[in-house]
């Protein structure tokens, strides 16, 4: 079941004309943050600190909520004047930054929000710059820093390491590709469960408003080649290209609608949302540019049994009608166990929560304060 909800929006924060956010019942949406541009991937401080990246204003922006009421209430320029600075992550105190062939880090960034300082260069080898080759960057469980390099194009023989996910030990300089095959990947993440790496790959544009599917994958063993460009989903064959005939492809473990474009994928780990969703994976789907009428802009969660996708259902719709108010990008389970959303389309972060979670946490903390006068 769901709930509508009325929201209110302008070039800065409140409109005169009401859009309307479809929300799953029993939760809900509020504004975090607002004006960041493009507002894409978002890394999350051991202190509370969402960093967020933006291509448009090729900048990093640190949003702090000091006072816990979720709201933002201070905002740090990280860095600014980069080229497309989306791939972001944190680790160890420190935030790194993928720009251009570099990763740079930022050292103890939280207790240095007012003046961070020049990131340093700790990693040079990445693939030049290409407008069309999207990254996004995590560390792994094994401590190894992982990015995801898309192609180059919409339909290409890439070069590696083109099309694939790599693996970098920071400490040698040592890269691996743990997946190959792929298309355009922003959004990754390993399940709390068995620690298999899930990733989100859209698929090709022009094949028509039914194909071919965007894919869900799961990697079983470092090395996987995942199929593009030579097939797309699980059987749409690729004419402009012959696969080679030794090559072994993974197919996809899901597959989802055409032109949905997962962006964002992120398992949730709080503890704030009924159980039923503890551990599963949330989706970020930015919606369609490449089909007759809209699909996508929305975040589902897909349900996961013996390694398996077996269910796929809305949980927030940024669709009101025919028309986009919001196209989601990236996802975070807050500290306080909500989850971010960030809006590439009118630079947003919304907070996803439980109501009745929230409701009872405000109750108890009123009968302590009764309890102690």
Known sequence: MFACAAVLFSQKLLAAQPMMITVTKGF???LYASELGDAKQMALGDKGTLFVGSHKKGAIVALVDSNADGRVDKRYTIAKGLDNPEAIAFHHGDLYVAVDEKIVKFVNIENRLRRPGRGKVIYDRLPGKS???RRAMHF???GRLYVAIGAPCNVCET????????????????SEQVAMGIRNVTGFDWSPIDGALWFADEGRDWMGDRLPPDEINRLEKNGEHFGFPYIHGASVIEPAYDKPKNL??????????????PMGLHFYRGQQFPAKYH????VAENGSWNRSSKIGYQVVMLAIEGQKVIKRSTVVSFLDGGFPVARPYGLLTAPDGAMYISDNLKGNIYRLY??????KKIEQAAQAEDTEK
Do not use: C, R, W
């Open 28 to 30: 809900g949406l509020t």
């Open 131 to 133: 407008n069309k080759s």
């Open 140 to 142: 792994g469980p094994d």
């Open 159 to 174: 070069v590696a390491p083109f099309g694939s996910i790599i693996a970098i030990d920071l400490k040698t300089g040592g």
């Open 248 to 261: 072994k492809i993974t197919l996809p473990n899901y597959e989802l609608p055409a032109h949905v474009s």
């Open 279 to 282: 551990n599963q994976m949330f």
């Open 354 to 359: 439980y109501k009745d979670t929230v409701k």
